[in-house]
C-alpha cells in the first residue's frame, strides 16, 4: 500500500470465505448468520523482526477497528483511501450482522527476513493478539 498504510501493507477481508471485493454487493449478505475474517499483512525485506511494526498494528487497530472509530478527518491523514475502503466495508457488514451474531476474526501477519524473534518483538505481538 506504500505512504499512508499505517504500517499494513495488505488488507483481505472474507465474509463466508470469500474475498469482499469493491464490487461485492453487500445487500446479498444481509439476514444471514456470517463468518468474517480479516486478514492484515506487513511484510518487510528486513533482516529483523522489529517492535515498530507491532506498535502500527496496535494503532492502526485502535483509530480504524474499533466500531465506534471516526474514519473521516484523521483516519484520512493517516491512511490511503483504498485501506479506508476496506475498512468501511468491514463495518458495515460487521454492525448490520451484529444481530445475527456474527463470528470474526483479525489475524495479522509479520513477513521478514529474520530468524530470530526478539523478546521484546514477542511481548508486542503477544499484546496485539490479545487486544484483537
Same mark, same amino acid.
Given at each position: 500500500m506504500g505512504n499512508g498504510e499505517g504500517g499494513i501493507d495488505a488488507?483481505?477481508l472474507y465474509v463466508n470465505k470469500k474475498l469482499v471485493r469493491d464490487?461485492?454487493?453487500?445487500?446479498?449478505?444481509?439476514?444471514?448468520?456470517?463468518?468474517?475474517?480479516?486478514?492484515?499483512?506487513?511484510?518487510?525485506?528486513?533482516?529483523?523482526?522489529?517492535?515498530?511494526?507491532?506498535v502500527k498494528f496496535a494503532d492502526s487497530t485502535d483509530i480504524c477497528? $474499533?466500531?465506534?472509530?471516526?474514519? =473521516?478527518?484523521?483516519?484520512?491523514? @493517516?491512511?490511503? /483511501?483504498?485501506?479506508?475502503? %476496506?475498512?468501511? *466495508?468491514?463495518?458495515?457488514?460487521?454492525?448490520?450482522?451484529?444481530?445475527? $451474531?456474527?463470528?470474526?476474526?483479525? =489475524?495479522?501477519?509479520?513477513?521478514? @527476513?529474520?530468524? /530470530?524473534?526478539?523478546?521484546? %518483538?514477542?511481548? *508486542?505481538?503477544?499484546?496485539?493478539?490479545?487486544?484483537?
Open positions: 488488507i483481505y464490487d461485492t454487493d453487500l445487500n446479498q449478505l444481509k439476514g444471514q448468520q456470517l463468518s468474517i475474517d480479516l486478514v492484515i499483512i506487513q511484510a518487510k525485506n528486513s533482516t529483523s523482526f522489529t517492535e515498530g511494526v507491532f477497528l $474499533r466500531l465506534s472509530a471516526d474514519l =473521516s478527518k484523521a483516519s484520512k491523514i @493517516l491512511y490511503k /483511501q483504498s485501506l479506508l475502503n %476496506v475498512v468501511e *466495508r468491514f463495518h458495515s457488514i460487521y454492525r448490520n450482522a451484529l444481530s445475527y $451474531r456474527p463470528t470474526l476474526s483479525i =489475524s495479522f501477519y509479520y513477513a521478514s @527476513l529474520g530468524e /530470530q524473534i526478539d523478546g521484546k %518483538v514477542q511481548t *508486542r505481538a503477544d499484546g496485539l493478539q490479545a487486544q484483537a
